[in-house]
């Protein structure tokens, strides 16, 4: 959530750029709101100065003139009366004014290039060599069919479209690329997290899924509401809700956890396979910085991304979206995308977001520097490190072979027993 004074007093910058990430505010309610507020904090510091005066009054001229003192209680009374209609007024207009402020994004960073949608997003650096394959490319589920992996028929019986069944040695895969991210970012000084997988309305709040993105996800309603976490992001950045952090920043954490998302994309694309499933797998990435150092975190965190492609040997590229592309709670936002042979294209593989102030100001997350000093507002980050399941698909595309096999990343080979390559499994009874 952006900061009400700072919106109030830099009301055109806001709206120009907010502009240039396709938002508004509108102007004449959250001005007549504002002028309201500041209104009622005004008459309510005369009314507590009136009170105030009277009440030494009444100390001074209790014993001297009982009736001017029954004059000044019945007057105070009075008084106290409509500060207490004013606070109730002062608290549903700061409501009002929460909920014009919920619903508006956050400001994109200046280095943030300036565009309407993906075509405007900047590409930063590559890194690896594309296969040469000597035959046409397959796309990952057509591998994992033959393979006999990936059951989506069976998967749709039981839950419908958009899941899975791994089988076999690819959801062996899919369990040793977890603990091969977990035990590589662990080594960099991240805190391994076992999150809960539901959580309530003020977390998603806080992160910013809520209340603008309800409809796209899935909750409980009995015996008590939950949401069904769409990232770790929203677990682990709470972690720290409504608490002053004591102590040196950056604090870094990384978790493994199922994602549920209701929206699985626009209709019609990416239909088959795994790129857009309603649950999938992911490790994240979260810290909390200072804010004169979070966006150097955001460059080590989406390097340490980066890293666990770099050991898998998947070729990709960092990219930085533009204003119109950027996620609803970022100030800047960097893509990472692994090539797909079988696509013949880059796949966004990760999201690696600095959010500044903003999750933090919902969250009511703060930081002291130094014991006796004023609590700030902390800043959050988090990425993916990695989504599990796109990457699952990389390793599918990135090492088919000819035959139908697939050689398997060196790196992962011990996680996997040794094994180096994928076969065809026995058909399902």
């Known amino acids: 959530m952006l900061d009400l004074k700072y919106v109030s007093q830099n009301l055109d ?99 943030v290039p300036v565009g309407a949608s993906a075509e405007q997003n900047r590409v930063e650096r590559e890194w690896g060599e594309k296969p040469k394959l000597s035959f046409p490319p397959k796309q990952h589920f057509e591998i ?39 035990d590589l970012h662990a080594t960099k000084g991240y805190l391994e997290l076992l999150p809960p997988y539901l959580v309530n309305r ?67 694309k990416d239909t088959r396979g795994l790129i857009r499933q309603h649950q999938f797998h992911k490790v994240e990435l979260v810290k909390f910085a200072s804010p004169e150092s979070s966006f150097a975190e955001l460059e080590s965190l989406t390097d340490d991304a980066c ?50 102030d903003f999750q933090a100001r919902r969250a009511k997350i703060r930081f002291r520097r130094q014991k006796g000093d004023k609590p700030q507002l902390v800043h959050t980050l988090n990425g993916s490190g990695l989504a599990v399941g796109r990457t699952v698909v990389a390793i599918l595309e990135n090492g088919q072979q000819e035959d139908g096999t697939v050689v398997l990343p060196e790196a992962i080979c011990p996680y996997m027993g040794g094994l180096e390559r994928l076969v065809p499994a026995r058909p399902p009874r």
């Open 13 to 111: 910058q806001v709206v120009a750029r907010l502009a240039t990430r396709g938002a508004g505010l509108e102007l004449a309610p959250f001005q007549k709101l504002f002028k309201e507020r500041g209104e009622l904090y005004r008459a309510m510091e005369t009314l507590s100065h009136r009170r105030n005066v009277a009440n030494e009054q009444i100390k001074k001229q209790a014993k001297e003139d009982p009736k001017a003192i029954d004059a000044l209680r019945g007057e105070m009374r009075a008084v106290s009366q409509e500060i207490k209609d004013k606070e109730g007024r002062l608290k549903d207009v700061e409501t009002l004014l929460d909920r014009i402020l919920y619903d508006i994004p956050n400001l994109p960073h200046e280095s």
């Open 144 to 182: 994992g069919e033959r393979l006999g992996m990936l059951d989506f028929d069976r998967a749709a019986k039981v839950s419908g479209s958009r899941f899975v069944f791994y089988r076999g040695a690819l959801a062996r895969l899919e369990r040793a690329l977890v603990t091969f991210m977990i």
């Open 202 to 268: 003020a977390a998603m709040t806080g992160t910013g899924q809520l209340p603008k993105f309800e409809q796209d996800a899935f909750k409980t309603t009995a015996p008590a509401e939950y949401f069904m976490i769409p990232t770790a992001e929203v677990p682990v950045t709470n972690y720290h809700q409504d608490e002053i952090i004591e102590g040196p920043l950056p604090l870094r954490y990384c978790a493994f956890s199922p994602c549920f998302r209701a929206e699985a994309g626009a209709a019609g």
């Open 307 to 356: 890293d666990v492609l770099r050991k898998l040997r998947l070729p990709h590229r960092v990219v930085t979206l533009c204003t119109g592309d950027m996620g609803f709670s970022a100030t800047k936002t960097y893509d990472i995308e692994v090539w797909l042979p079988g696509q013949s294209t880059y796949r966004e593989i990760s999201s690696c977001s600095n959010f500044g």
